[in-house]
């Protein structure tokens, strides 16, 4: 494809070792050559993919030394003509650099730009290119080892090889419908109810990874509920002072609150509403309970704590009650003060988990931890050849579903074959939106507007 030639930044505005500005476009090679000064050539006469010393200058002078690297298509990232300028990595020497390539007559790319150059021209497919920013934006070993799969293309080889089962198919129909006299179709239906049976089955197998695998890439929504001075911000500022935990705060998703990440091993938590967790227990008590229930709704997770010095009260049983049906726990914190109640008695007698810990001396959490991760099936998760993580893939593998579910019963029912090609096709075409076929421009740019600069 023919596009004009954009450059940005690519590796941030923090400052670090070495910076990147990247040019890309047919005419990315001439946009820089006035700028690069090597030593023995000038930059059109560069080899591909070679680093080559120089300095970047205008008509002021020099503005940095850097290593410079053209790489030709369709070898590159965005599969177009390419020159990566790698320099010192300031912010200030960086915006230089990028200003002189820009008044040189590239455009500042949007947001993903690179990435999507390299979809439209071919070089990767739409999952491919999502999981680009999936990589970025991992946060543990299991968002990572996800990612980097959907960009190695194992999902969408799994797609193609679904696809090409229902072309087939559809193709053997469409041509016995076509050419009755050289086809047979009686013997259709023995062979076809069961190819489609392994489809569906397929199909539901991923979704489920997809329900299971996004919670626990994007870290398990934990809301901690409790009457006030049970211990929630000990128990929180236990948990995120816990040996080898690493935090993070990341921006809830209701205005105003903070969320953090806690992170042990593979297991990531991500703590609801810690402000208000955080916040002195009269306005808690003022605003505790409807606090409780926004973060229980959103929660896939819910750890309520009860002081287990004393025993059970009623309002702990009310708390207990507002999250029936959620994924839960109950932790008698302050065990180090002798529990009043006895944690199996409590858990037979609610149906709910029930732990002794303290969040004083941080015994039993070790337990808690484990029990998360059978309850979130972790390990077996881990072992899963291939996850769904992607919020698009899942409502597209939906759609094929159903569109499949429909042919199986257009099968059912005798109907005529033309209407199966109908289903079948559908379930197709719903598979190639996942690779990016037939997708309208406005959502290809939605997906990477959502991209950092740069990438
Ligand atoms: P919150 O209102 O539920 O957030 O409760 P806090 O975390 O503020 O704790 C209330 C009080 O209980 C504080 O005085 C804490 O020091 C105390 N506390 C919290 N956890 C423990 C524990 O495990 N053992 C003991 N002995 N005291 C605790």
């Known amino acids: 494809m023919n596009f004009d030639t954009i450059a940005a930044i690519s590796t941030g505005l923090i400052p670090g070792g070495i910076g990147i500005v990247r040019v890309s476009g047919d005419k990315a090679v001439a946009v820089c ?11 059109s006469q560069a080899k591909a993919n070679h680093l080559y010393y120089g300095q970047i200058a205008d008509q002021n002078g020099v503005i940095d030394e850097a290593l410079i690297a053209v790489l030709r298509a369709p070898h590159s990232y965005t599969a177009e003509d390419t020159v990566e300028l790698q320099c010192h990595g300031g912010p200030f020497v960086l915006q ?7 008044k040189a007559g590239a455009r500042l790319a949007e947001p993903g730009e690179f990435t999507k150059r390299a979809f439209l021209n071919g070089r990767l497919d739409l999952s491919e290119a999502e999981a680009v920013m ?5 946060g543990s070993e299991l968002a990572r080892e996800t990612a980097l799969k959907q960009l190695q293309g194992k999902n969408s080889a799994l797609i193609r090889r679904l696809r090409a089962g229902i072309l087939e198919k559809t193709a053997f129909l469409e ?14 239906e023995k062979e076809a109810e069961p190819f489609i049976q392994d489809l569906i089955r397929e199909i539901e197998g991923l979704l489920k990874t997809a329900d299971d695998g996004k919670v626990l890439v994007e870290g398990i929504r934990t809301a901690i509920i409790g009457r006030p001075n049970v211990g929630k911000s000990s128990f929180m500022n236990c948990l995120l002072g816990y040996e080898r935990a690493i935090v993070t705060q990341i921006p809830g998703t209701t205005r105003d609150t903070i969320e953090e990440s806690f992170r042990f091993q593979d297991l990531v938590l991500r703590l609801l509403d810690t402000a208000g967790i955080r916040e002195s227990a009269d306005v808690v008590e003022k ?11 959103e929660a896939d997770l819910v750890l309520l704590i009860a002081d287990g010095s004393e025993t059970l009260s009623e309002e702990d049983e009310a708390l207990l009650a507002l999250c029936e049906g959620k994924t839960r726990l109950m932790l008698l914190n302050k065990s180090d003060l002798g529990l009043k109640e006895d944690p199996a008695a409590l858990e037979a007698r609610y149906g709910c988990p029930c732990y002794g810990i303290s969040a004083k001396n941080g015994s039993g959490l070790e337990a808690v931890l484990e029990k998360i991760r059978t309850l979130f099936r972790l390990s077996e998760i881990r072992q899963q050849p291939l996850l769904v993580t992607n919020l698009r893939h899942k409502e597209l593998l ?15 029912s005798h109907a005529p074959e033309d209407l199966l090609t109908i289903d079948l096709m559908d379930a ?25 600069m740069g990438k």
């Open 33 to 43: 050559e006035p700028l690069v000064r090597l030593k023995k050539l000038s930059l």
């Open 96 to 102: 230089k650099v990028l200003d002189a390539v820009l």
């Open 134 to 138: 999936d990589l970025i934006s991992a």
């Open 175 to 188: 041509a016995a419908l076509d050419d009755p006299e050289h086809y047979e179709l009686t013997d259709y």
């Open 287 to 297: 605003i505790g309970i409807d606090r409780a229930l926004e973060a229980v709704k």
């Open 398 to 412: 939906r759609e094929a579903l159903t569109s499949l579910e429909y042919a199986e019963k257009t099968l059912q």
């Open 428 to 452: 197709y075409r719903a598979l190639g939106r996942i690779l990016g076929e037939e997708v309208e421009e406005d959502l290809v740019n939605e997906i990477f507007s959502k991209f950092c």
